[in-house]
């Protein structure tokens, strides 16, 4: 199987090759920002501060608490609910309308190990030793940068997610097993172990629950209240942050504890996605829109940590002009058959660009489907199909999961050309080419795999418009396996702590394979609001 799906990289490495002469990009530097207009010399502890760019602590605080969480989806709302229920005053300040961030537009699957886990006969060192079989397949084993010896945030994940799943399920989440890893799905590199390694909420959503367990620990959730500023002494420690509440009036919150930045990644921030990644920037958003960097700019103005901020992201394909993502929810079910099934099959279509090519290999798995579409004319590709035995039975399967979906359908080559807006004489070409593939059983073009795959022959053939959306963004805010936010030194910033994809994707970070983010936002946010809760009161 690994050999299998290493042979489809080939497309990718040609392409990185043909980007090697970039000019590296730099962090964000020289950044000032001004004090609000409100803040006042003095105050009742008669300190100064730094509120970035210097100044002193507010005279008067509007809101007081313990804690403060800057975030509202899954790690922001774990952290707050966590920090509340060991006795701390928590607000959580959400900037957008509602909470729920990345995590409630996720599949709601949450990745790690858990309790029954290890009753199957899974153990975290099993876990950890497959995920290190995945390094060829990172963005860092793509680069040729060694797998590390230790892998110190990807441990610290794997020895919490028992206690968060069992905290949460005490909360109100019914958890309900998911199989783990998918047939060739990602395609994550596959092990033999089939331990289940992922768990969802039974009939409900994360969201909700979390929710649900942070306002019954008393946390004060204020929406609509954007952090501009944090607020800190001399010293560094951070104490506070400026803010604008639901009525755009600037207010001061005083955290006497400890703050935790949940503010997500930075893929929603064009101006960051140019900095540094810019051949993903020229795509679209698939994240929440509040993923604008907050965190990674707060944390940068106070000299903090920005690791592997031109990693990558990660990529889901939609439907351009439909709501789904057929692609994603079809390759699931399909891509590789369910095991054992004896005529399964790897993705039988084609993918075509704007120009009627094919442009890489069809079974990259989808995180490479969104990278290759993006850089293609357009950002745009096209599945290509006919109505044979083995596509037509792929097309049942989608459509039955995705009836909403729109395709163009025509009886000849040359129409469907016409509806896709392709050449139709190179579109033609491409499908003839392929079908000599097939006849060989090797894809001497860009080797994807040919399992049971069969010619583009039959009418009516038929296209589905795709437009790729990345969705988390891999560098983030540096930490340390208790989620105390870093500075570049490698010294902790007192009082800051942060977790979730503000964090970028850590076990990306360690050279090993995205494992999606809900994991790491539920338990790396459990953790920041257990250990914050320890801090000590800085008045």
């Keep these: 199987m690994q050999d299998k799906q290493q042979g489809d990289w080939v497309s990718r490495r040609s392409f990185l090759a043909g980007v090697t002469g970039m000019a590296a990009l730099g962090v964000v530097g020289g950044l000032t920002a001004c004090a609000p207009a409100t803040t006042n010399a003095g105050g009742s502890n008669n300190e100064t501060a730094s509120v970035t760019s210097g100044g002193a602590l507010p005279a008067n605080w509007d809101l007081t ?41 996720s599949s709601q699957v949450v990745q790690g190990i858990w309790t029954p886990s290890y009753e199957e006969g899974d153990t975290k060192e099993i876990y950890l030793e497959d995920l290190k079989q995945s390094h060829w397949a990172t963005e860092k084993g793509e680069m040729g940068v060694a797998l590390p010896s230790e892998f110190p945030l990807t441990n610290a994940w794997l020895d919490n997610c028992p206690e968060m799943y069992d905290w949460a399920e005490a909360g109100g989440m019914s958890w309900s097993a998911v199989t783990s890893p998918y047939a060739c799905y990602y395609p994550q590199p596959q092990w033999d172990t089939k331990h289940t390694r992922h768990y969802a909420p039974a009939g409900g959503s994360l969201i909700t629950v979390l929710q649900n367990i942070a306002e019954g620990a008393g946390v004060d959730i204020q929406i609509r209240t954007p952090v501009i500023e ?9 104490v506070g942050a400026w803010a604008l509440d639901a009525n755009e009036r600037i207010i001061a919150i005083k ?14 921030d064009r101006g960051m996605m140019s900095r540094y990644l810019p051949l993903q920037g020229m795509g679209f958003c698939g994240g929440g829109d509040g993923n604008t960097g907050d965190g990674h700019l707060f944390v940068k103005a106070l000299g903090g940590a920005l690791n592997d901020m031109s990693l990558g992201s990660h990529w889901m394909v939609y439907d351009d002009v439909s709501p789904s993502v057929l692609y994603n929810g079809a390759s699931m079910i399909f891509y590789g058959g369910a095991e054992g099934q004896a005529d399964a099959t790897d993705l039988p279509f084609l993918l075509i660009n704007m120009n009627g090519e094919r442009f890489m290999a069809e079974t990259m798995g989808y995180k490479w489907v969104g990278y290759h579409t993006n850089n293609q004319p357009y950002h745009l590709n096209h599945i290509v199909f006919d109505s044979g035995t083995v596509c037509q039975k792929w097309f049942e399967t989608a459509t039955t999961r995705y009836p909403d979906v729109k395709y163009y359908s025509a009886e000849t080559l040359d129409e469907l050309a016409q509806q896709m807006q392709v050449p139709a004489e190179t579109l033609a070409t491409t499908i003839q080419r392929y079908n000599q593939l097939v006849d060989t059983g090797v894809d001497e073009d860009f080797g994807r795999s040919m399992r049971g795959v069969g010619k583009l022959e039959t009418p009516p053939f038929r296209a589905v418009r795709m437009r790729p959306r990345h969705y988390t963004t891999y560098g983030g805010v540096g930490i340390d396996t208790s989620c105390r936010v870093l500075k570049e030194d ?36 459990y953790l920041a609001g257990k250990t914050a809760a320890t801090e000590e009161s800085w008045e």
Aim: glycine share 20%.
């Design 230 to 238: 944090l607020i800190a002494k001399d010293s560094g420690r951070v």
């Design 255 to 268: 955290a006497t504890k400890a703050l935790v930045l949940a503010t997500g990644g930075f893929n929603a």
């Design 65 to 105: 608490c313990d804690i403060l969480v800057i975030g509202g989806g899954g790690s922001g709302l774990t952290a707050a609910a966590k920090a509340a229920e060991l006795g701390n005053k928590v607000i959580l300040a959400e900037k957008m309308e509602r909470v729920g961030g990345d995590t409630a537009l």
């Design 490 to 525: 490698g010294s902790i910033i007192p009082g800051l702590y942060a977790a979730g994809t503000v964090c970028g994707t850590l076990v990306e970070q360690e050279g090993l394979y995205y494992q999606g983010g809900n994991g790491q936002a539920l338990t790396f946010g």
